[in-house]
């Protein structure tokens, strides 16, 4: 049985970031508006440390490269560590924005990744809303309404809550919008378009739009918004209580549920499994593990005993 991997988190003040991730989230932040918590991260603008034992200090980009039997030699993605696992507290509302795909972002980005990724939402306020998608119904129409600034006929509002899940493949017009917490599963990969900022400032200057970009690589028409999201009841009426409930499955990435009520067992028989309690407290094979901590369990890992009341979302490569 291998040594459970303990990281310690990147955190990232943003424009529109708030505090809750050390208020409620018991981290110790360096500014009030700390907007990402890269929790699991091999990337080269934050990464992650291992806590304790053998690996104590190493990074996770270090241990990828040097240690590759962890990941059960799952290097067949260029070299670098496939994922990456982030805890984003938005304060106010992020820009509208967009992600290329992996040809694009290879040949315009300088060999980087593209970007799939998944949201869980870890809490959102009554009536909250995010931005999923876009009104433009061919490649014309969008051009004029990114060219002619017409955002509220382009941006689709779609209403969320707490539990939902929410799948962005390349292309998809997105935006989280003030006071929503989400657990986002992705590539690695840092390559983000703005299509709209509202007009902000930062250091008394707009923030860099990239609209030739983002209208290359945005999808026309969009997909439907049952496509994009599972809801919250939907996924409870699926989820077995102290077990692995399967969330998604895509070409990067599978994610699960897992809520431990009591006793529970979880058998490791992926290439690795990062672990994020997102709730409560507990032991893993007597290991005290609580709300905010990130984990992996490496190949060959086997059993873990798991015992508290906690939840937890799960992710490996695909």
């Keep these: 049985m291998g040594e459970i991997l303990f990281l310690n988190p990147v955190f990232k003040s943003m424009i529109w970031g708030g505090n809750k991730l050390g208020t409620k989230w018991g981290y110790a932040i360096p500014s009030q508006t700390t907007g990402e918590c890269w929790a699991v991260s091999a990337h080269p603008n934050g990464d992650c440390t291992v806590r304790d034992g053998r690996f104590a200090g190493k ?56 970007k799939t990724e998944c949201w869980y939402i870890l809490d959102a306020p009554e009536g ?44 998809t017009v997105h935006a989280i919008k003030g006071g929503i917490e989400i657990l986002e599963t992705q590539q690695n990969s840092d390559i983000t378009y ?12 707009p923030r860099q739009l990239h609209i030739e970009q983002s209208l290359d690589v945005i999808t026309v028409p969009a997909k439907s918004v049952e496509e994009s999201i599972i809801g919250a009841q939907e996924l409870e009426r699926r989820f077995v209580k102290n077990m692995l409930n399967p969330i998604i499955s895509c070409k990067y990435y599978r994610v699960w549920h897992m809520e431990v009520d009591g006793q529970a067992q979880l058998e490791q028989n992926e290439p690795f499994l990062i672990v994020s309690v997102i709730e409560g407290s507990g032991q893993i094979n007597g290991c005290p593990i609580k709300m905010g901590d ?25």
């Design 194 to 205: 703005r299509v709209y900022d509202y007009g902000r400032l930062s250091d008394g200057k």
């Design 59 to 114: 990074t996770l980009s270090g241990l990828w490269a040097d240690e590759p039997g962890l990941f059960g030699n799952a290097g067949g993605a260029g070299g670098r560590f496939p994922l990456l696992v982030k805890i984003i507290d938005a304060k106010s509302d992020l820009s509208i924005q967009v992600h290329p795909d992996d040809a694009y972002a290879a040949e315009h980005e300088n060999g980087s990744f593209g």
């Design 294 to 318: 990130h984990f992996i369990l490496p190949n060959g890992f086997g059993k873990a005993e798991l015992t508290g009341n906690l939840r937890m979302i799960a992710s490996s490569t695909n």
């Design 128 to 171: 909250a809303e995010l931005v999923i998608g876009h009104n433009a119904k061919d490649k014309a129409e969008l051009e004029d309404m990114i060219r002619n600034g017409k955002w509220d006929a382009f941006i689709r509002k779609v209403p969320v809550k707490k539990g939902d899940f929410i799948q962005i493949e390349p292309g």
